[in-house]
């Protein structure tokens, strides 16, 4: 007879309540465009009819209880202080994700990156819980070695990933190979998965207009430098100065940058082709990328990527992708993305007069498109997928062999 499952998840920062009540009316979250992680991990629990306690750290507290579920939203102390705060909550909330495991009497933890630090969770397989890490993003720079701190931390998870976890699960090959590098081969199961998304998310979306005037390029994502804002603002100016008034950029997203940005899009005098649109809600996002032409991702080297949604969104709307290897989603769908040098403003600014001013470059990448969007569709590469696999082999009591080597090193 097997045992019921009894599993603690500690999610990211989404509100892990309201998308649960929508799960419950068969319903995805209206306010994000792939299937969330926290839907994918009901599913699974009721597939397999186990108790889950579900913590979220979302500032806006909230509590609820229906039997088979305990959803709580707890934010994590010092998230934005400085780094020795940070890391103080790093570990206080890893030792109160111990505590709550414990009162739940929990024999399964799966947790997110960025919700404790990795080596404070070996507490909890040496009290017999299976322990899943769950990592969206690198662990380290791709393009920038890592500071004395961080390496001390890494250093300081190399037993959790190669001894104390029952499985790693990763949204990357790179991650995978950055877990496989740190341990040095000796890291318990990786699975992977992909951003998955429903089909009907993308229908209303129309082919790119024929007529490039203006070339829309879209951005989505937060308004901050680390995520290369204010490189497309130096390509908008450089594009200004040559006399290219047919190329306009859409900003979607919010962020600490968003009124500063606006501001020096003014002083520059290219406001009226570098507009701003702050938050948009999926209608509005679904207008955005039907009256665009390509998708620009210039995530800096400063930032660690994971896997970042707007690459594939992109792809699923039939968009050429303009990104650089910062970004690991880029192995994933090259055929359809022009690549640039990271950091490279002026690399950017070609590729989008390549796109713009080349016709038939611009329909071969767009054709690119259509044969790369199925794996995003694809259940059987999702989260909740690889997740289910590696609680049944849990629950069964079966080995957990490696099924990925990562031989390549990174970073």
Request: some cysteine; aromatic content about 10%; overall charge positive.
């Amino acid at each position: 007879m097997t045992k019921r499952l009894r599993i603690l998840y500690a999610a990211g920062p989404g509100d892990v309540v309201g998308t649960y009540h929508y799960w419950v009316t068969g319903q995805d979250d209206p306010s994000q465009v792939s299937i969330t992680y926290s839907s994918q991990f009901y599913e699974v629990c009721r597939e397999m009819d186990a108790e889950s306690y579900v913590i979220s750290s979302s500032s806006q507290r909230k509590f609820y209880d229906d039997g088979q579920f305990k959803i709580q939203h707890r934010p994590i102390p010092f998230l934005s202080s400085s780094a020795l705060f940070y890391h103080l909550g790093q570990v206080w909330n890893g030792l109160r994700l111990i505590a709550s495991a414990i009162r739940f009497r929990a024999n399964v933890a799966v947790v997110a990156d960025g919700t404790a630090h990795w080596f404070v969770l070996s507490l909890l397989s040496w009290l017999g819980v299976q322990v899943i890490p769950s990592i969206h993003c690198g662990l380290w720079r791709k393009y920038v070695a890592p500071s004395k701190v961080q390496r001390l931390f890494l250093n300081l998870s190399r037993p959790f990933l190669s001894r104390d976890c029952a499985a790693i699960l990763t949204v990357s090959d790179e991650i995978a190979a950055q877990v496989t590098q740190l341990t040095e081969s000796k890291n318990k199961l990786v699975r992977r998965f992909t951003p998955i998304y429903r089909r009907e998310e993308f229908a209303e979306i129309t082919p790119p207009s024929e007529r490039h005037l203006p070339f829309r390029v879209l951005y989505v994502g937060r308004i901050e430098e680390n995520k290369g804002v204010l490189d497309l603002l130096e390509m908008a100016k450089h594009l200004a100065a040559q006399g290219r008034k047919d190329i306009t950029f859409d900003l979607c997203g919010n962020g600490s940058m968003l009124e500063s940005l606006r501001h020096a899009a003014k002083l520059a005098g290219v406001e009226a082709r570098f507009v701003c649109h702050g938050h948009c809600n999926k209608q509005k996002m679904r207008r955005m990328f039907n009256r665009s032409h390509a998708v620009i991702v210039p995530t800096k080297t400063g930032f660690a990527e994971g896997f970042n949604k707007v690459v594939a969104e992109g792809i699923l709307s039939a968009r050429p992708v303009i990104t650089s290897a910062v970004c690991p989603a880029l192995s994933y769908v090259r055929d359809a993305v022009v690549e640039v040098p990271p950091d490279d403003i002026m690399g950017y600014s070609n590729a989008l007069l390549k796109l713009c001013d080349d016709r038939q470059f611009y329909e071969q990448k767009h054709q690119s498109c259509l044969g790369l969007q199925e794996q995003f569709y694809d259940q059987s590469k999702s989260w909740g997928g690889a997740l289910k696999s590696i609680l049944e082999s849990i629950q069964e009591r079966r080995e957990l062999k490696k099924d990925l080597k990562v031989e390549r090193s990174l970073g």
